[in-house]
């Protein structure tokens, strides 16, 4: 069999850039043309080996505005044209990763690549990949397959090219979206959105401009080198600006979304961050109004009172492992109406089970516009519990730091390991885990008062920075 290398057998690709969902590193020491080649060929071989795609694949290819976007989506295609003469890419241009995952489904298509590094800094860049319906692939589920491939490098000689396609869906996505709110209903609210200058500016002007609402844009340029802020909107410190705005103008509310549009956070009239898993109660409360006994799925590290206000509610909560594949997967499985994570994702059955920032700020819209209350006066009961928010801890061995852990709390009623480790007592729980995307771990305590929340912190980081 001829082998076939397309680039230098010296250059080697850093195995490490393969994340748990997603292919991410700094451009172009960790990630350059060469490494988007590669890749490209070794998505399309290990699509084609799934037994499921035995003829032509069609697959969708988007970017964000990175600077870097350009050039490694045109070697990732290129790659992808290479392995396989019965491949068509459908090159989508410029979108949001929700948009992309719309576009896969929208088309019909076998799998997709978003060129991303979501709300990383400017010199980073990467990759996320899914399957037919837009199903994430990730370790465990056929990332580490591609990683293989693409390291080993080793390919045929091409017989013959692929074809490429190019097509923009702007206006079919924002009819899509358009489409699934009741305009009619909708109240004229005053609201202040933070694009973080990234992908959101896409769609948002456009898709406000015929919605009876009164919107004030910050940062709606599209300018991936962030010169504002970090397009991280779980981060108070990103918010500042926002805040700002939203107190002086007397805004309903306000909004912001990270760098690829996959996640949000909301912020009530008096300048307040909502959590998102506050936000996730209430859309379970809204949606079980219409749809009682559903299930709806939350991440393990959510306020108890999620559970609770789904159970009073009528529905059925289900916890999950932290991560959007393994929400997704239960979405799917329970055929759940809604779920969400703490980090601002939520996903939507309307949605392909799929997370979206911007379809969650129209389910908001719907769901106040349905009642008389604020977002501040929504969320006020919720507040049952004090929280230590998600607190991160940089350590040498994490996994020895849990193990520390667990045996301090031994005596615990009720300890789990779905998700690293989850202890619960009658006064306060809390979950501590390593990362899926950086060196650390990530520590989320609850508890009836404030007092023993930081009782409980100080008690759990002197266990594990010993």
């Known amino acids: 069999m001829i082998i076939y290398l397309p680039y230098a057998t010296f250059m ?145 000689t091409p017989q013959g090219r692929g074809s490429i396609t190019q097509q923009d869906f702007l206006n079919d996505y924002i009819d899509f979206l358009r489409a699934h709110i009741e305009l009619k209903n909708i109240k004229r609210f005053k609201i202040v959105v933070d694009c973080g200058n990234g992908m959101a500016g896409l769609v948002m002007p456009k898709l406000v401009a015929e919605l ?77 109004k219409a749809q009682p006994g559903a299930t709806v799925v939350y991440d393990l590290r959510a306020s108890k009172v999620v559970a609770e206000l789904i159970q009073k509610a009528g529905g059925v909560p289900v916890g999950s492992r932290v991560g959007h594949t393994y929400v997704r997967a239960l979405m799917r499985e329970h055929e759940a109406i809604v779920g969400g994570e703490i980090s601002g994702h939520f996903y939507f059955k309307d949605f392909f089970h799929a997370d979206s920032g911007i379809f969650a700020f129209l389910k908001l819209l719907e769901l106040l516009s349905a009642g008389e209350k604020s977002l501040g006066e929504l969320v006020r009961p919720l507040q049952k519990y004090a929280s230590s928010g998600e607190i991160n801890i940089q350590v040498p061995d994490r996994e020895r730091a849990i193990d520390a852990v667990a045996a301090h709390f031994k005596d615990a009623p009720q300890i789990s390991y779905l998700d690293g480790l989850s202890i619960e007592y009658p006064d306060f729980w809390f979950n501590i885990r390593a990362s899926n995307t950086e060196p650390l771990l990530r520590l989320v305590i609850e508890g009836r008062e404030q007092g023993i929340v930081e009782e409980k912190l100080k008690e759990i980081r002197e266990i594990v920075i010993k």
């Open 12 to 156: 080697d690709i850093n195995p490490d850039i393969f994340k748990a969902y997603d292919v991410r590193g700094t451009y172009p020491d960790q990630i350059d043309g060469f490494t988007a080649y590669r890749i490209g060929r070794a998505y399309i071989h290990f699509l084609r080996n799934n037994p499921v795609l035995s003829g032509p694949i069609r697959i969708v290819v988007n970017a964000d505005a990175r600077a870097s976007s350009p050039e490694l989506k045109q070697e990732l295609i290129k790659g992808m044209l290479d392995e396989d003469a019965h491949v068509t890419v459908i090159d989508a241009g410029l979108s949001t990763t929700p948009m992309h995952s719309f576009i896969v489904n929208y088309t019909a298509a076998d799998g997709g690549v978003m060129v991303t590094a979501s709300h990383n800094r400017e010199e980073y860049n990467g990759f996320k990949f899914s399957r037919r319906a837009a199903y994430p692939v990730y370790i465990g589920g056929g990332l580490e397959e591609v990683r293989n491939i693409a390291v080993r490098g080793i390919f045929e």
């Open 212 to 288: 009876p609402i009164e919107v004030e844009f910050l940062f709606a340029n599209i300018n991936m080198t962030f010169p504002n802020h970090e397009a991280n909107p779980i981060k108070d410190e990103t918010l500042a600006v926002l805040k700002k705005r939203v107190v002086e103008s007397r805004a309903d509310f306000g909004v912001a979304f990270d760098g690829d549009g996959d996640r949000v956070s909301f912020m009530a009239s008096d300048g307040l961050r909502v959590p998102a898993d506050y936000i996730l109660a209430l859309f379970a409360e809204h949606f079980l």
